[in-house]
DNA sequence: GTAGGGTTAG
């Protein structure tokens, strides 16, 4: 007791614990003080710094401020107090006081530069170091290998290379580069950060003693910018020289041996590792797991997953991952749902992965919770998982959606522009692409071989033909990056949908070893137009490259059914059977109340056919109102004119739609209809004047009610169009609302047709 | 009293 009326006599703040023992400690250190207050000549820079020392161990800034007060108040703040007295309260954690009493000493030692330096380095106050490091050399003070060892961090952090190339020139004059391997080792991590590998490379070689550290940063970076030759030579050089690998070594050289795809390299280092004994290190046991994945052997990643006691985000993730770049999407969904079930938070890593599975799966409603999440966590505007987002509206049909997720984004760069504009593309909204990629080159960004690829479906998808050629030529002309086949091959889409075939031939032929896909592209674009001769020529092609391409003979099978030459027809058909060939039937099918009911032309086991059937009676006679013209180009069998239109009336995506219609009320605005196989041309012209009825459901019996409708597709895949629109306003919105357009003149005189029933003057080009 | 390297994503 005597003790704390002594200390509030010296107006000391002390906390009664009631731990004995701190109780004590207090009471020694209040004793100490006052014993040498009342003494004052025994109060010297020897018991100064013990006193100080004490509020080091004790970690009270309560203390340090008090034998602070006292330092003044004794004339003792010289330089070993002052420079130890900022260490406490460093220790701390008191920077308010030590940069206080940090800038208020007369004298710094070199020590006290350091240690602060290296804390703001350690708070992520880069820049605050940076400053701190050149007042420092201003002041007189040369920097030490303490100093440079942690100062290159902060320049690799904020990507200031001019920057750290002078502070490495520095070390370079104080001989430090070479002699200290911290020193050493840092340059080599800054230089590796930056992308630098040649730089950190010729440093790291310059290094006089190599040691684990150093030869690790130069893996991970090798590791870090794909090389993975050179990270492995390293790593080969390295065990040669008797240095062993550490968990940091493997966990970084595993992530090589996946990227490499190098199974067998991979099992040698986790031979090595479980030798060292480090296959139970989390970060290098996840790496383990990220090896398997990438070459191919998930059930191993499952095996080293399971082997973790206690997960932890980074290892979730890396799982769900595995399994999402395995095509196991569903159980990634899954594993998600026990992360969290066992309270292990998500990150922007693991919703964007997550986000990623829901985009594959076109699964609109898992996403749109997990967009939730992505909100709850304060990560819409993170350009990783914002940007998932953006991928996953667009995917999923809901264009409107992905802009407004895609504005909110604080940053954007090339890969989320990427996904709005192929969100545009794919939903046939072409202009809206073609904007964005303006937009994009005007914020400095530079387009990649998505975006262009992007844009040229886009112009695919909108029948932009002139816009796509020009930017096709500009990009050929330009040489900033090779087009590849993909972007040829949509070009060849392009101009083979439009009619331009033998410029697409010219294109295909262009390209040096064109593959299936070029070939099969032209294909189908001589079936579009009954071109046989030019699509006997491309079939050669193709079965030169596939001889048991599927796809094709049913391709060529249906060009010679719309071309009328039935006889080839039936040769074709039977060379199928002789290869027994098995046409996928198609599908289509529809979530109501989540539960998914599945459609197929001429399947009427669904229990409710007959109700469908009716519906749809009703539904194809308003659609016919609105111009809609059956195209029996699109029946493949030989039958009569009658027979045909009746047969295009039951395809499976009609049947779908219809009972999706009867089965929801009128707060659904939007039908999701999956497809296994393109939509047929006619289905693809009837549901885009589907979604443009507005029938009452009290203006018949039935329950029907369209309003406004999107229709998200598995394949979305149906392209090019030969129509365009010019200025008429109806059009316009009508196009805005529209999908794709594909080029038939069955589709043309449909919107005439519609144009003229809405009254509006439209003029519509047709490009043949 | 001060210092260097790692694993997951769109």
Known sequence: MMMVGLAKLLN?????????????????????IVQNSINEPSF?????CSLIQQCIENKSLTKARMVHAHAIKFGLLGLNVGNKLTDAYL???????????????????LISWNSMISYYIGQGKCKEAILLCKRMVSEGVLPDNFTFSSVFKAFSELGFVNGGREAHGMSIVLGLEVLNKFVGSAIVDMYAKFGKMKEAHVVADRVMSKDV???????????QHGDGEKALKVFGEMIRQGINANEYTFASILITCGNVEDLSIGKLVHGLMVKSGLESVVASKTSLLTMYSRCGLIDDSLKVFNNFLCPNQVTWTSLLVALIQNGKEEVALSKFKEMISSSVLPNSFTLSSVLQACSSLAMLELGKQIHAMVMKFGLDRDKYAGSAVVNLYGKCGSTEMARSVFDALVEYDVVSMNFMIYSYAQNGIGHEAIKLFHKMKELGLEPNEVTI?????????????????QLFDSIKN???????????????????????LEEAEVLVKQVRNPDLVLWRTLLSACKIHGEVEMAERALKQVLDLSPDDEGTHVLMSNLYASAGNWNQVIEMKSTMRE???????????????????????????????????????????????????????????????????????YHSEKLAIAFALRKTNNKTTTIRLFKNLRVCGDCHSWIKLMSHIKL????????????????????????AAVLRSDQAEIIKIWLRNLWHLDGTLAEAATICKTAEILGAKARINIIL
């Open 696 to 719: 009452l459901r009290n203006e018949t019996q039935m329950p029907l009610s369209v309003t406004k409708q999107t229709f998200g597709m598995r394949d979305q895949s149906v392209g």
């Open 213 to 223: 550290v150093l030869l690790t940063a130069l893996i991970v970076g090798y590791t």
């Open 12 to 32: 000391l703040a002390i906390t009664i614990n009631n731990t004995n023992l701190l109780i004590i400690n207090h009471c020694r250190f209040l004793t100490f």
């Open 453 to 469: 690829l992007s844009v040229l479906l886009a112009c695919n998808n909108a029948g932009l033909v002139e816009e796509g050629c």
């Open 579 to 649: 290869m027994k060939f098995k046409k996928n039937p198609a599908m289509s099918w529809v979530e109501i109340d989540k539960e998914v009911h599945t459609f197929m032309a001429g399947d009427w086991s669904h229990p409710s056919s007959k109700e469908i059937l009716d519906t749809l009676g009703c539904l194809i006679e308003k659609v016919k109102i609105l111009g809609y013209i059956p195209d029996t180009r699109f029946v493949l069998q030989n039958m009569d004119e009658e027979e045909k239109k009746r047969s295009l009336y």
């Open 91 to 109: 220790k701390c954690g008191c920077i308010v006081d030590t940069r206080k009493l940090f800038d208020e000493l007369p004298q710094r030692y």
């Open 478 to 500: 330009n040489q900033r990056f090779e087009l590849t086949r993909d972007h040829y091959a949509c070009m060849v889409n392009l101009l083979g949908r439009c009619g331009r």
């Open 44 to 48: 010297n820079n020897t018991s100064m």
